[in-house]
Structure formats: structure tokens, C-alpha cells
């Protein structure tokens, strides 16, 4: 982060730290300590809310924000649990890939017709990390599938993707 973003995201920091919103208090509680640094969003809040509109729904994450303080601890502690399913989900996923990709392949697909959407992305980056190269990550929907593809730094993935449009409904 530079500039006026590490400002922001400073400031927020501060008021989450400060916060008496039940959402920061209880949070914070479970974690047992407050929630200080760009880290703890990054590895601790962020993932726990993207967790609902991963393997759930968006409005899980949304509601618990909103909760009022009577229930805000229980909608908490079912976003948490939403959030180790999603993590144990991600990481089987991730070994079944392992033993099914040919890992000397210049561009690395794996299909999994069961996988959620929302682990696509997840699964993608982990292959893409481990081999170093671009890799998709495909599961069914209905009568088509849904990927989600991740490349090491300086590969243009939109660039590739243009080339093979015409078997595409869209991509982005």
C-alpha cells in the first residue's frame, strides 16, 4: 500500500481498534486481541467475511456486520465455522488437484465438477503459486462450466483468454 491507501486503511484500523461496534468487539475477543494491523484484515477479518459469499451467501457476511450486539456473538462464531469449512473445503481441493494436474504442463487445467464457485480462485492461485505458471481451475454449471484462472506476475491472462473468445460466453 502507498500513499493516501496506507492512510486509509490506517485510519480504519484505528476505528475498528476502537471500534464498539459488536462486530469488532467480539471479533476481536475470539481472536483474543485487538485487530491492529493490515495483516489482521488480510488473514483473519477478510477471509472470515468473504467466507459467506464463498460457500454460503454474501448476506451471512453482511448480517453479521449488521448484527445487533444480542446476536452479533452467534452470528460471529457461524461465520467462523463457515470460514474452517471453507479453508478445509479449499485445502481438499488443493491435494485433489495436486495428484490429478500434469505438473510439467506449460499451462496447468484442472476440472472439478463438485468444486463451489466461490473456491475456484482460491484453488487456481495455489496451483499457480506451487507450479509458477498460469493455471484454471474449471467446475460444471448446468450445461457449461465456470473457471477461474491465476498467472505469475507478468503473464496477461485477459490477453491469452482473447485468443480463444469465440469458445467463450465471457471473461474478464
Not at 40 to 65: C, E, H, K, W
Not at 83 to 112: G, H, M, Q, W
Not at 119 to 132: D, I, Q, R, T
Not at 140 to 152: E, F, N, Q, T
Amino acid at each position: 500500500m502507498v500513499d493516501e491507501n496506507r492512510t486509509i486503511v490506517r485510519r480504519g484500523l484505528i476505528q475498528a481498534r476502537d471500534s464498539h461496534h459488536p462486530f469488532f468487539q467480539i471479533f476481536s475477543g475470539i481472536l483474543n486481541r485487538p485487530i491492529e494491523t493490515e495483516e489482521d484484515i488480510g488473514f483473519f477479518v477478510g477471509p472470515m467475511l468473504n467466507a459467506g459469499g464463498r460457500i454460503t451467501s454474501p448476506y451471512q457476511s453482511i448480517s453479521t456486520l449488521l448484527a445487533s450486539s444480542l446476536d452479533a456473538y452467534v452470528r460471529v462464531q457461524d461465520l467462523m465455522a463457515v470460514n474452517e469449512t471453507r479453508k478445509s473445503l479449499s485445502r481438499d481441493a488443493y491435494e485433489r488437484a495436486i495428484e490429478d494436474v500434469d505438473s510439467s504442463a506449460p499451462f496447468i487445467i484442472y476440472i472439478d465438477e463438485n468444486l463451489e464457485h466461490g473456491l475456484l480462485g482460491l484453488v487456481a492461485g495455489k496451483l499457480s503459486e506451487m507450479f509458477h505458471r498460469p493455471t484454471a481451475v474449471f467446475t460444471r454449471d448446468g450445461d457449461h462450466y465456470v473457471g477461474s484462472l491465476r498467472a505469475p506476475e507478468g503473464i496477461d491472462l485477459v490477453k491469452i483468454l482473447d485468443t480463444s473468445s469465440d469458445y467463450l460466453l465471457r471473461y474478464g
